[in-house]
């Protein structure tokens, strides 16, 4: 019911609406033989990238899947979809124990062909995390001002050269129409 609540909301379609009934044009992006890799890891064995595709959205730093860079100057996370997709929105689970604040000035990119992290080509911009966003507890959706094609998502952090630190819980992608 949950799944079907939030594809209504998406659709725009009243809730009194009969489920399966709405055709809705966005769908969720199976993530399966999706990767992930970040900028660093801070730990061994917990903090790793494939965390936020693991399909747990648990906030807790504890419940071990949420990512966790170093400290850097602009520290990012880099998804690579199994196929191109027209890409209408990307939801961030923050964590909820502490540090939902890390997310306040990230930038969701999409691109078609790799990023390059060390020119800078990593694509075009989704969308902005506010600190407002940051803040909100849990998983947040965010869409694209316009539908874009692409395979690569970036995450990002725009720290004007300060050290931060990029933490996701879970990422899930939304492919719309358009592209």
């Given at each position: 019911?949950?799944?079907?609540?939030?594809?209504?909301?998406?659709?725009?379609?009243?809730?009194?609406?009969?489920?399966?009934?709405?055709?809705?044009?966005?769908?969720?992006?199976?993530?399966?033989?999706?990767?992930?890799?970040?900028?660093?890891?801070?730990?061994?064995?917990?903090?790793?990238?494939?965390?936020?595709?693991?399909?747990?959205?648990?906030?807790?730093?504890?419940?071990?899947?949420?990512?966790?860079?170093?400290?850097?100057?602009?520290?990012?996370?880099?998804?690579?979809?199994?196929?191109?997709?027209?890409?209408?929105?990307?939801?961030?689970?923050?964590?909820?124990?502490?540090c939902s604040d890390r997310l306040?000035?990230?930038?969701?990119?999409?691109?078609?062909?790799?990023?390059?992290?060390?020119?800078?080509?990593?694509?075009?911009?989704?969308?902005t995390v506010s600190s407002s966003?940051?803040?909100?507890?849990?998983?947040?959706?965010?869409?694209?001002?316009?539908?874009?094609?692409?395979?690569?998502?970036?995450?990002?952090?725009?720290?004007?050269?300060?050290?931060?630190?990029?933490?996701?819980?879970?990422?899930?992608?939304?492919?719309?129409?358009?592209?």
């Open positions: 019911m949950g799944l079907f609540l939030i594809t209504l909301l998406l659709c725009g379609i009243a809730a009194t609406q009969a489920q399966g009934s709405c055709s809705c044009p966005y769908t969720a992006i199976d993530l399966t033989g999706a990767t992930a890799r970040q900028s660093t890891n801070t730990y061994a064995t917990d903090g790793l990238a494939t965390n936020a595709i693991d399909g747990n959205t648990d906030g807790d730093w504890g419940g071990k899947s949420c990512t966790h860079t170093r400290s850097e100057p602009y520290p990012w996370w880099e998804l690579t979809l199994p196929t191109s997709s027209c890409i209408y929105s990307v939801s961030l689970f923050n964590r909820i124990d502490c306040a000035g990230a930038k969701i990119y999409i691109k078609q062909t790799p990023p390059n992290q060390g020119t800078g080509d990593i694509g075009t911009l989704c969308h966003d940051a803040a909100y507890p849990g998983g947040k959706s965010y869409p694209c001002s316009t539908p874009l094609a692409g395979r690569y998502i970036t995450i990002k952090h725009a720290s004007g050269g300060q050290n931060k630190v990029l933490t996701l819980c879970e990422v899930k992608v939304t492919r719309g129409t358009g592209c």
